[in-house]
């Protein structure tokens, strides 16, 4: 049997993986085989509720409470992938945070909380865990259609994540030599809680479904099989890409 597109015997961490896409994606892994360490910082009955699936299905996956905007924090994942994971074969990055409003009504506060885990984070993070990647490893960082596109309420978030997609880009081209593969996964429109966060959010995926190709919004387990895809040994050879997931809908526009 072809194992080349499986995760059997990998380790991962999942930065903002009890929750949407995140969720899926550690989910999907620990399924697939891997060893996973889901991330999260709030949410504690999200975390339990994932944990208690994994359970039901027997799956090798932990959670770790673990604020990545501190160095706190960040000090008790790594030590929790040490213990959980021994070694890393990738990390997927998921955690994202942001505030929905007009550009003039943001202030440096709103900056300095939406860069500080959507960039700063995924910077500390990557460098505190490169001496854990084994060779060969997988680096993904989720991004969405605001980093190259004008979408309402959404510059900071957007921002931010045209500012992660080029650290990536930068990150994969340095650490392609030593093994270490950086791309980045944008998802369409998907139905996740943040969502419910956004001026209209329920009307615009109702235009992003009616708009679609496939009549439909992206669901967190396409992204998901997107990402199981990147960290396989099936993407050795892509680097520095960005795989976008939304049904066609970037070639409709508005």
């Known amino acids: 049997m072809d194992k080349t597109f499986g995760l059997e015997g990998k380790n991962f961490l999942i930065a903002g993986g009890t929750r949407g896409i995140g969720r899926a994606i550690s989910l999907q892994f620990a399924r697939s085989g891997a060893r996973v360490v889901a991330n ?61 409003r007009s550009f003039e009504g943001m202030t440096d506060r709103h900056f300095d909380w939406t860069f500080s885990l959507n960039v700063r984070a995924f910077f500390d993070l990557a460098l505190l865990l490169l001496p854990r990647f084994r060779e060969s490893a997988s680096i993904v960082v989720l991004s969405s259609q605001g980093a190259r596109q004008v979408v309402p309420s959404y510059s900071l978030v957007g ?17 392609a030599p030593r093994g270490i593969r950086v ?49 396989s040994d099936a993407a050795r050879g892509i680097v520095g890409h960005t795989l976008v997931v939304d049904g066609g809908m970037s070639l409709i526009g508005e």
């Open 183 to 231: 791309n980045i996964l944008s998802p369409g429109a998907v139905r996740t809680g943040a969502w419910s966060a956004m001026p209209d959010g329920e009307a615009r995926l109702a235009g992003a479904a009616r708009r679609s190709p496939l009549e439909r919004l992206t669901s967190p387990e396409e992204a998901a099989l997107a990402a199981q895809f990147l960290c």
């Open 40 to 100: 999260y910082v709030r949410d504690e009955q999200a975390a339990q509720a994932l944990l208690a699936e994994a359970a039901r299905e027997a799956l090798g996956l932990t959670v770790c409470r673990a604020d990545l905007t501190s160095a706190k924090g960040l000090a008790k994942l790594d030590k929790e992938v040490e213990t959980a994971l021994t070694d890393l074969s990738g990390l997927v990055f998921c955690a994202a945070t942001g505030v929905h």
């Open 159 to 175: 921002a931010s994540k045209a500012a992660l997609e080029s650290l990536a880009r930068h990150m994969a081209v340095e650490l």
